[in-house]
């Protein structure tokens, strides 16, 4: 975009792709198309877009027992989301680092506790340390009713060292949950040949017996 | 997204998950990154993506005459863009199917004639016709001031199926401007044993003698 030629776009394309641009795994090229894109669609199209942009902003908050994301509900004074009120097992909390951890876990059905989101990961890399996250209010909520707690953080660096770290909080607390993480392995579906290192050495360390059915 | 979970999604995330799934090469899990990514951004950031969106569409037209994209200037009556208006020479119209295809050529400062774009190919399959495009008042800009026509229709079959017909239309008229292509042959830096069928075979067709310079 830093071309001799650039003054050929005009300046509110120009400024539509610069904001595009400034979306994760939005690449310039990327925000160049979608901006185009836009230029072709109506004017109600678009004020959809506009309009769900600012109503995220205005209607979202992040409960305050687990940190998922809630639509604000000006009847009640208590901001809790729908799974830390719903009926569920309440004796578990499963870590994660995302909201969109939650969902892919909520799809999934095979969950019925309890969350806590982090809303990142420790990396000083990107300047995010243990306080930029949601840990403090984790360490709070750990009481003798918590059975179990899942580290379910991705599988990087970044997730591991969280774990790590948070889990050392917890074996300061004057409680015993029992603390386990999810299986690490081959994924479905995957192709044996292409997987690394890791992936398969830790397919072989927690192998499982082989369950024959005919 | 459609889980029997889905209720665990508040409605404005949903909402906007599904208007970035309307943008083209956004699919649900990017849709869903961007959502997430935007209700961490502050109120003044969603504003300005907010706006930017919106005034691309109140701010921008096409030219009159070739059809370019271009910011509306309240103080003139005509839409014609900078190019159409600029010092460039007038005898060359340079065919394209998208205003970012004038963006790429321009970046490079090879071409210094005019352009056409069509804003899409002929495309039985997505229901556009030549009458979706804009060939008519291509037709009618071609005098006998028009030395050159220069087919940058994308090399696809969509691209190649437009260019021919409109060069049948050009065939028609009572003018004989030079018809040109942009080259077919191998991109730069491509791995030759990678290079499909077509592509080859358009190199083989279309060598030129070399030029052994010490």
Chains 1, 2 share one sequence.
Do not use: W
Request: hydrophobic share 40%.
């Amino acid at each position: 975009m830093e071309s001799i030629n650039n003054k050929i776009i005009p300046k509110p394309i120009k400024n539509l792709i610069l904001a595009f641009s400034g979306l994760p795994g939005i690449g310039p090229k990327t925000a160049q198309r979608l901006t185009y894109f836009v230029t072709q669609k109506s004017s109600e199209e678009i004020e959809t877009l506009s309009q769900a942009l600012v109503s995220v902003k205005d209607h979202i908050v992040l409960c305050e027992m687990c940190f998922y994301i809630m639509e604000i509900n000006p009847d009640k004074d208590s901001r809790i989301c729908l799974i830390c009120e719903g009926n569920r097992n309440k004796n578990q909390i499963c870590i994660v680092e995302s909201p969109l951890d939650v969902i892919v876990i909520e799809n999934s059905g095979i969950y019925d506790g309890l969350y806590h989101i982090l809303h990142g990961a420790i990396s000083p890399m990107n300047g995010l340390g243990p306080n930029n996250l949601k840990i403090d209010a984790l360490i709070k909520r750990i009481d003798n009713n918590i059975e179990e707690i899942i580290f379910a953080t991705n599988p990087t660096l970044e997730g591991e060292a969280t774990a790590m770290y948070i889990q050392e909080l917890i074996s300061e607390l004057n409680v015993n949950p029992t603390i386990t993480m999810l299986a690490r392995g081959l994924p479905t579906g995957a192709d044996l040949e292409y997987s690394d290192f890791s992936t398969l050495s830790n397919a072989f360390e927690n192998r499982s017996s082989f369950n024959y059915s005919e």
